[in-house]
């Protein structure tokens, strides 16, 4: 559970690590702190992206269903509109390095190989 904080803060999930980020959104190559390997293969994001836009789009359905809920048959559908626009902008831009940091979480979870090892089985070319 340390890691899935820590990836929630959009920091390194093995070791807690804030200088991951080379810029806004795009991580380094490795960890300065435990060497674990950021880069992946073409794609591996993609997981994050969808996870990203799958929570902006249950808080989108929540803001709408529970507005309407509570002020039906007066629903503010001007001030709703803005604050759904806001939302669905606003969420996925902040989610983002997040949704990085929690989807090498899930992975490093899934799929526990070596730290530097790039995204191997966790053998090397030695090992054949």
Not at 23 to 41: K, N
Not at 56 to 80: K, R
Request: proline letters at 5%.
């Amino acid at each position: 559970m340390r890691g899935l904080a820590r990836a929630a803060r959009a920091r390194c999930p093995e070791c807690g690590e804030r200088a991951i980020w080379a810029r806004w959104g795009e991580l380094a190559e490795r960890c300065p702190g435990c060497e674990l390997v950021f880069l992946r293969e073409h794609g591996y994001w993609v997981g994050g992206l969808i996870v990203n836009l799958g929570v902006a789009q249950l808080a989108f359905a929540v803001l709408l269903l529970g507005t309407v809920a509570l002020t039906w048959p007066d629903v503010p559908w001007t001030t709703l509109l803005v604050a759904a626009a806001v939302l669905v902008v606003a969420l996925p831009i902040w989610l983002y390095p997040r949704t990085k940091t929690l989807w090498l979480w899930v992975d490093r979870t899934v799929h526990p190989y070596g730290r530097s090892d790039g995204g191997s089985s966790g053998r090397s070319s030695a090992d054949g």
